[in-house]
Nanobody
Framework: QVQLVESGGGLVQPGGSLRLSCAAS????????IGWFRQAPGKEREGVSCVSSIDGRAYYTDSVKGRFTTVRDNARNAVDLQIDSLKPEDTAAYYCAATPIKGCSGWGNSYVYDFWGQGTQVTVSS
């Protein structure tokens, strides 16, 4: 069964850090680029990052550059999203998704992704 499972979300104070993980089962992430999206209540889903399966290069939306780091862990068949300097506006459900477009072309578009996880909630509040 093909599955993506996110973990690592939680409640954190502004300025804090979290590390989200996206673990795959039933298929190898070697063949897929992995995107991270988030959706806050009342807002559209937003692509925040993508990591290529060709060279591990990561791409980020402007609002998270310098604070978010996406890395692949091939041994775990997983991708991690390190989130630092968290802000209240980072509060959202975070989702990972797998696309066969290995170089992350068009990564901000939901329709390029074949598989999605169920999401993990990140809440930033004091």
């Amino acid at each position: 069964q093909v599955q993506l499972v996110e973990s690592g979300g939680g409640l954190v104070q502004p300025g804090g850090s979290l590390r989200l993980s996206c673990a795959a089962s039933g298929f190898s992430l070697d063949d897929y680029a992995i995107g991270w999206f988030r959706q806050a209540p009342g807002k559209e889903r937003e692509g925040v990052s993508c990591v290529s399966s060709i060279d591990g290069r990561a791409y980020y939306t402007d609002s998270v550059k310098g604070r978010f780091t996406t890395v692949r862990d091939n041994a775990r068949n997983a991708v991690d999203l390190q989130i630092d300097s968290l802000k209240p506006e980072d509060t959202a459900a975070y989702y990972c998704a797998a696309t066969p477009i290995k170089g992350c072309s068009g990564w901000g578009n939901s329709y390029v992704y074949d598989f999605w996880g169920q999401g993990t909630q990140v809440t930033v509040s004091s």
